[in-house]
């Protein structure tokens, strides 16, 4: 008897290739539905399921392999003589491969005229029940679930076997198929009744990292399939270990502010700009008239802090841009696209890191950030919603310049970046001095403004939270600092306004914080 292959998927890519190459290894195949159109238009043989079962696909399609000649096929041992005679007493042909993809419930899902009984419809019964039988028995049948497993597949039947490390992995991966689906209608049905939420992860391993932030920590690198960082293309250099990615995350987001590869951010126009980021905290960001102008603008900014730092730039690298890379020791760089001339420059620099990341991996990813704590995991949305600058309140007595206006916007933009207490100083669309993640605020004010130096002197400051006193106006106005922004909301902030009116400077409320911890 010539071995038997069932096919139904919805996804119907390489499905033609897959089935001309278990014809010609001997097989005979059997359908259903669409499939078995595809494959009849296709001019291949075929049986339809119906045909197989003797028994009509009913309730609209909803029963079509339920049926013990699918089943029984499926999951019969074949060293099992028990299990031989039962399918030879009911005249049961087995079942040697199993192919099928489910209905499409995720894609369903995700049209926002979705009604809830077009949901519904679209979760398939038949189709998980044939993989997990498929993969329960998969000494005896190969299970596919993925058009991506068909070439190896394909290469071992032209080998004469389908060995049973083969066979292990592909039932592994047919129940997390399953599994994901399950989650995916969970999720949904969750979300339409209202009731209390629950957090599934489903994500396969992207890498196996040397270590995590220290060398006597495990860690491993989980992403989301063709979305965010994960589907980057990683173009040279060594692994990226735990902290590459931690710092590629936040020079990603960052950069992201002024578009990225070519799209505007937020209904503001594009601007080429480049990021410098160190230990999760950019230390040196500009604009510029294009990449590496740009570039050469985060590197001046505070060249000793970019020493062994990790570089995001959100329009092409090209061999000017290149030069400036190779000007000092960096970890990795992130942008959407490398030119030939930039990638033979760079090669000299076997070491760095290059991340190719199309702008639709970053729209594919979800805008969820998750957080571990001890025993359980912390969920919010990003914070990547675009500022609402006609919101903006001048709170002083003396307007912002247009030029004030226009740095005060661009510290803001990237003040929500900088780990809380967050203080930023810029003039011209660069960076001058950042102050983080200290325990008061005066100290990340005095931590920037150390760092800009002389250069402060007619720059701006921002703020990720209020003033809780006037101290950091009075340090900011010592220092040259003609404007500041912040969020407002102190019981105290007439203290500082009031010291902004006697110094002279310009002061904007935004009425939004933007913590970073």
């Known amino acids: ?147 991506s497993q068909y070439p190896a597949f394909l290469e071992a039947l032209a080998a004469g076997a389908i060995g049973s490390e083969l066979r292990r992995q592909l039932a592994l991966e047919a129940f997390r198929h399953t599994a994901e689906y399950d989650t995916a209608i969970s999720g949904w049905l969750g979300a339409q009744l209202g009731g209390e939420p629950q957090l599934q992860l489903t994500l396969p391993a992207r890498q196996s990292l040397r270590y ?67 230990h999760t905290n950019p230390c040196g960001v500009a604009t510029g008239s294009g990449s590496a102008h740009a570039l050469e603008r985060a590197l001046d900014a505070d060249r000793v802090s970019a020493f062994g730092g990790i570089v995001a730039i959100n329009g092409p690298v090209d061999a000017a841009t290149a030069g400036h890379l190779t000007s000092l020791f960096l970890e990795c760089v992130v942008a959407p696209v490398f030119e030939p001339a930039a990638r033979e420059l760079l090669a000299a620099k076997a070491n760095l890191r290059l991340l190719e990341l199309e702008p639709a991996a970053i729209a594919r990813a979800s805008r969820q950030q998750l957080r571990s704590v001890l025993g359980g995991v912390l969920v919010q949305d990003l914070d990547d919603q675009p500022a609402q600058e006609d919101a903006w309140e001048v709170v002083s ?47 990340s004010a005095r931590i920037a403004l150390d760092t800009a130096g002389d250069k402060a002197r007619g720059a701006v400051l921002a703020s990720d939270g209020f003033f809780p006193f006037d101290d950091t106006v009075r340090l900011a106005a010592g220092a040259g600092i003609t404007a500041v922004i912040q969020p407002g909301g102190s019981v105290r902030d007439a203290e500082s306004i009031a010291a902004c009116d006697e110094l002279g400077l310009a002061m904007v409320v935004t009425g939004r914080r933007h913590f970073l911890h």
Not at 102 to 127: C, H, K, M, S
Not at 401 to 411: H, P, V
Not at 413 to 439: E, F, K, P
């Open 1 to 147: 008897m010539a071995p038997t292959a069932l096919l139904s998927v919805s996804n119907k890519e390489g499905l033609v290739p897959l089935a001309q190459g278990l014809l010609a290894a001997g097989y005979q195949l059997i359908s259903s539905g669409g499939t078995a159109a595809a494959l009849a238009e296709a001019g291949l043989p075929v049986t339809k399921v119906a045909q197989h079962t003797g028994a009509p696909e009913i309730l609209g399609g909803r029963v079509k392999t339920l049926h013990p000649r699918i089943h029984g096929g499926i999951l019969a041992k074949r060293a099992d003589a028990s299990h031989q005679a039962d399918l030879e007493a009911q005249g049961i042909p087995p079942i040697d491969v199993v192919v099928v993809n489910l209905y499409p419930f995720r894609e369903t899902i995700a049209r926002p005229d979705v009604t809830w009984d077009q949901a519904i419809e679209n979760i398939d019964i038949g189709g998980p029940a044939m993989v997990r039988a498929a993969a329960k028995n998969h000494a005896d049948v190969a299970v596919l679930t993925s058009p």
């Open 397 to 443: 007595r003396r307007q912002p310049t247009a030029q004030e206006r226009q740095d005060l916007a661009f510290a803001w933009r990237l003040v929500r970046h900088v780990r809380s207490n967050a203080i930023t100083v810029a003039r011209d669309g660069q960076s001058l001095g950042i102050g983080a993640g200290q325990m008061n605020r005066v100290g």
């Open 212 to 278: 995590g932030e220290n060398p006597h920590q495990q860690a491993t690198w989980f992403a989301q399939p063709g979305a965010g960082l994960g589907a980057g293309t990683q173009l040279q250099g060594k692994e990226l270990s735990y902290n590459n990615i931690l710092d590629l995350e936040a020079a990603l987001a960052t950069v992201r502010e002024f578009g990225y590869g070519g799209e505007p951010a937020g209904g503001a126009p594009f601007q080429p700009a480049a990021v410098v980021v160190k």
